[in-house]
């Protein structure tokens, strides 16, 4: 079973946000100082548009179309009310407060042009301020004073952002201009390879088929770290754009079971874009039969915080490949099934490890409302318990449903009652 990094950088549609308020709500507290802490000792500042990007409430392909001058604002493209925006924006200032941060207006240009004036990220202003503004450690706050030149550090923080803004043969300029003040900074070298990396991608702005399983192994082996080495925080946006360059050349590519990484929802999770990625699977006439897309479909849909088609599609993908399943609880990969995997040998007497998907659905009896978006369930004890479930949420009367599930295995029957009792 192959297993896929889900990604952790965040163009289908860019005009339809994930604006699931009620799910969102929940997110919000991974909003913590530990969360900002982290941010800064990764990052060296934090930013609440990256942190709204990090927790999904803004899609990267939104992001995206915003520093393309596509839309005016990322109002609209929020995935969180107005009332919970301003108590996200009031959280996190009492986390730099607590931190001692020190804040700085920060400003984005639109990619690919030069002299622009700087995007404007709400209509609000004072949103707009705290949704870009960085947050700094005093000490980390650039000293700029007329006793100090500076001049190779601007030039580098330029390079830095013409790379993330896509502007190569700017970046190509900004270098030069660093090599005439310092010829000996350590990673000029550096530089210079990730434009030429980026001529490389507007060159060739798609991949021959035969080329791509090449490009993304030079990709994750070679340029990923070193633009994650390189230009810190900056990175996210560069290496989005080589990922993009990946995914829209794979295409055309039909799935193939032994080379899973060049169906183009792999590359759409690494950049990451849940929504296109769900997308690229939903139209995969392979997907209900490969574990590895099943997979990849249940952690979008989780991503995305759709709870309900997540959890189903890790019941199928138990039936299809129940390792890859287990694998995935005990990495942690869902927070949720992982409770679950523990509370159903916790009180499984003598049952089967196939009865799982069905402890789901007794856990979970809402599922039922969800199952037409679905192939149907394969095994005896998952419809079992499905036809049961769906008869228990009716308050209809269980006689008969109760023998066929006994019929199955008397521990099938038994996990429906311990389940029902431990809820």
Not at 23 to 35: E, G, H, K, P
Not at 246 to 262: E, N, Y
Not at 312 to 340: G, H, M, Q, T, Y
Not at 355 to 380: S, Y
Request: glycine share 4%; aromatic share 8%.
């Amino acid at each position: 079973m192959n297993t896929d990094n889900p990604g952790n950088n965040s163009t289908s549609n860019p005009s339809n946000p994930t604006n699931n308020f009620t799910n969102n709500i929940l997110v919000l507290n991974n909003f913590s100082i530990a969360r900002v802490e982290q941010h800064l000792s990764q990052q060296g500042n934090y930013c609440l548009l990256d942190g709204l990007l990090q927790q999904h409430i803004l899609s990267y392909s939104a992001y995206e179309a915003w520093r393309y001058g596509q839309i005016e604002t990322l109002d609209a493209r929020l995935g969180i009310s107005n009332d919970d925006l301003q108590n996200l924006i009031n959280k996190i200032e009492q986390c730099g407060k607590a931190l001692g941060l020190v804040n700085e207006p920060y400003d984005y240009f639109k990619w690919a042009e030069n002299n622009q004036k700087p995007l404007v990220a709400s209509a609000t202003p004072a949103v707009h301020r705290a949704l870009t503004q960085h947050w700094l450690r005093a000490q980390d706050v650039p000293q700029l004073d007329l006793f100090m030149d500076n001049s190779a550090v601007i030039c580098e923080n330029e390079i830095h952002a013409a790379l993330a803004g896509r502007q190569f043969e700017l970046a190509q300029k900004k270098l030069q201009r660093l090599i005439a003040l310092n010829a000996k900074h350590p990673k000029l070298g550096n530089y210079q390879d990730l434009v030429n990396y980026g001529q490389h991608m507007q060159k060739s702005a798609l991949v021959d088929a035969v080329l791509l399983a090449n490009e993304i192994t030079a990709l994750e082996q070679e340029v990923l770290p070193l633009a994650s080495e390189t230009l810190g925080a900056s990175a996210r946006d560069y290496v989005a754009f080589a990922w993009r360059r990946l995914s829209q050349s794979a295409q055309v590519i039909a799935f193939d079971s032994q080379q899973t990484k060049l169906h183009s929802s792999y590359a759409l999770m690494q950049i990451p874009d849940w929504t296109a990625a769900l997308g690229a699977l939903t139209k995969e006439p392979e997907l209900f039969v490969s574990a590895i897309l099943l997979q990849r479909l249940a952690i979008c849909h989780e991503r995305l915080q759709h709870h309900n088609e997540a959890m189903i599609v890790w019941c199928l993908l138990f039936e299809c490949d129940s390792n890859a399943v287990e694998v995935a609880c005990e990495a942690k990969v869902s927070p949720r099934l992982w409770a679950l995997w523990e509370d159903f040998w916790d009180i499984n007497d003598g049952g089967a490890k196939s009865f799982f998907p069905a402890f789901v659905f007794i856990k979970n009896p809402g599922l039922v409302h969800h199952l037409d978006k679905f192939p149907a369930f394969t095994t005896n004890s998952s419809n079992a318990m499905i036809d049961l479930m769906k008869i228990h949420i009716a308050g209809g009367n269980e006689i008969d449903a109760r023998k066929a599930v006994q019929n199955i295995s008397p521990a099938l029957l038994r996990l429906y009652l311990n389940g029902c009792a431990a809820k």
